[in-house]
T-cell receptor
Framework: KAGVTQTPRYLIKTRGQQVTLSCSPI?????VSWYQQTPGQGLQFLFE???????NKGNFPGRFSGRQFSNSRSEMNVSTLELGDSALYLC?????????FGPGTRLTVL | GESVGLHLPTLSVQEGDNSIINCAYS??????FIWYKQESGKGPQFIID?????DKRQGQRVTVLLNKTVKHLSLQIAATQPGDSAVYFC??????????FGAGTTVTVRA
């Protein structure tokens, strides 16, 4: 069974731009969560989607948004990028309690 | 080797020795706890989990201990190997489907 896939793996953007990241969960998993990982703040929860509905949200500004499609694939969008948005963005799909993480998308904002 | 106390960011251990990584969690309502291993350039990898109605769970070379009284979690790795070098995170799950992660401990295995 294929694992969680994320695209792109690396991305470089400039301040003020917007970015869309994609995540394909493990087949059959309906829950997708997004996390931001930085050296200073560690791993922080962004949001979780289940059956196309946002079920929970972390403490991030409204510039961070997401959605989930009927095939459980998910995208997250960050608008008006700031330097502090540079991070590894991780997606995890879940079956019951166990979460499986993808390799992440490394976003660099210049 | 052991990361003594609430949390130490790094742990150096001799190959073949046992490792103990400690973690303090914050929410007494958390019902499920997970240890993850993250190697450079990769996403976190599930190691072992434990529910709040248990105090000990064993896997292959790993044991997780849960002390709800002091909100403490530990991961024991037996006979540490070079491939165990990584950053280890504990995570707690509340009832609202999100994981809160600890700061992580970098384990370095000395040959």
């Amino acid at each position: 069974k294929a694992g969680v896939t994320q695209t792109p793996r690396y991305l470089i953007k400039t301040r003020g731009q917007q970015v869309t990241l994609s995540c394909s969960p493990i087949s059959g998993h309906r829950s997708v969560s997004w996390y931001q990982q930085t050296p200073g703040q560690g791993l922080q929860f962004l949001f979780e989607y289940f059956s196309e509905t946002q079920r929970n949200k972390g403490n991030f500004p409204g510039r961070f948004s997401g959605r989930q499609f009927s095939n459980s694939r998910s995208e997250m969008n960050v608008s008006t990028l700031e330097l502090g948005d540079s991070a590894l963005y991780l997606c995890a799909s879940r079956n019951l309690n166990e979460q499986f993480f993808g390799p992440g998308t490394r976003l660099t904002v210049l | 080797g052991e990361s003594v106390g609430l949390h130490l960011p790094t742990l150096s251990v001799q190959e073949g020795d046992n490792s103990i990584i400690n973690c303090a969690y914050s929410n007494s309502a958390s019902d499920y706890f997970i240890w993850y291993k993250q190697e450079s350039g990769k996403g976190p990898q599930f190691i072992i989990d434990i529910r709040s109605n248990m105090d000990k769970r064993q896997g292959q070379r790993v044991t997780v201990l849960l002390n709800k009284t002091v909100k403490h979690l530990s991961l024991q790795i037996a006979a540490t190997q070079p491939g165990d070098s990584a950053v280890y995170f504990c995570a707690e799950n509340t009832n609202d489907y999100k994981l809160s992660f600890g700061a992580g401990t970098t384990v370095t295995v000395r040959a």
